[in-house]
């Protein structure tokens, strides 16, 4: 995992390569949630036809994730963009991510649980970009400041190796990318959610009088 790589420069470099060349490429864009998304939806969208790919297994009330997928779809609706957005969701299955968490349910969030939570969401996605032909595939997960973008870099561009199918290198905490989401969640009165989705990090939210 190497932490000196500028992924907004690399991003910044193949906008740039896309644009000279004047195509729209199609991007599946895992999300994880409706604010989260909202700054990358609105960037991105200017240089791809977005699919975001709503799958996020980690979320462990049932009520919860419909409560985040309702909220994504309405952002899709309703948030203005010069290619097309669309929406796909993957099969909400929490045992995968309990799974993954056997003997780390003790680790404070931002540890190996939460890299083989990365894995396993961005595995999925990689997937499907592969099944359905997409030409790039990333995630929303590094607009977060609680998230190691890049841990979330490496494993994408594993990932991209294994299916064939290019990963786009980001950082969209960078630019102000955390604080637009948030005037942007303001904006469209988007449920923000005061913990990551799992039962873990729901413990550690509690206990930091965060909920």
């Known amino acids: 995992m190497n932490s000196n790589i ?4 690399l991003l910044d470099m193949k906008l740039s390569e896309l644009s000279e060349k004047g ?46 997928v309702k909220e994504q779809k309405r952002l899709i609706k309703e948030l203005p963009a010069k290619n097309p957005i669309s ?7 929490p045992d995968r991510f309990f799974e993954i968490s ?17 894995r396993l969401r961005l595995s ?9 032909g997409f030409d790039f595939f990333t995630t929303t997960l590094s607009i977060s400041p609680m998230k190691n ?6 494993i994408g561009g594993e990932e991209a190796e294994r299916v064939g199918v290019p990963y786009l290198f980001s950082d969209f905490k960078k630019r102000e990318g955390y604080k637009r989401s948030i ?8 449920y923000r959610q005061s913990y990551c989705g799992c039962i873990y990090s729901l413990q550690q939210a509690k206990k930091e009088n965060r909920i």
Do not use: M, W
């Open 6 to 9: 500028n992924y907004q420069k």
């Open 23 to 68: 195509i729209v490429p199609t991007l599946l864009l895992h999300s994880c949630c409706a604010p989260c998304s909202s700054y990358v939806l609105e960037y991105l969208s200017e240089y791809f036809r977005i699919t975001v790919h709503y799958y996020n297994p980690n979320i462990t009330d049932k009520e919860e994730y419909e409560k985040r």
């Open 87 to 93: 929406f796909t969701e993957g099969e909400y299955c």
């Open 102 to 118: 056997k003997g780390l349910e003790a680790i404070p969030e931002g540890g190996e649980r939460c890299f083989r939570c990365y």
């Open 124 to 132: 999925e996605a990689a997937d499907y970009a592969k099944e359905k």
């Open 149 to 154: 973008a890049a841990k979330l870099n490496e």
């Open 183 to 190: 005037v942007l969640s303001a904006e469209y009165g988007l």
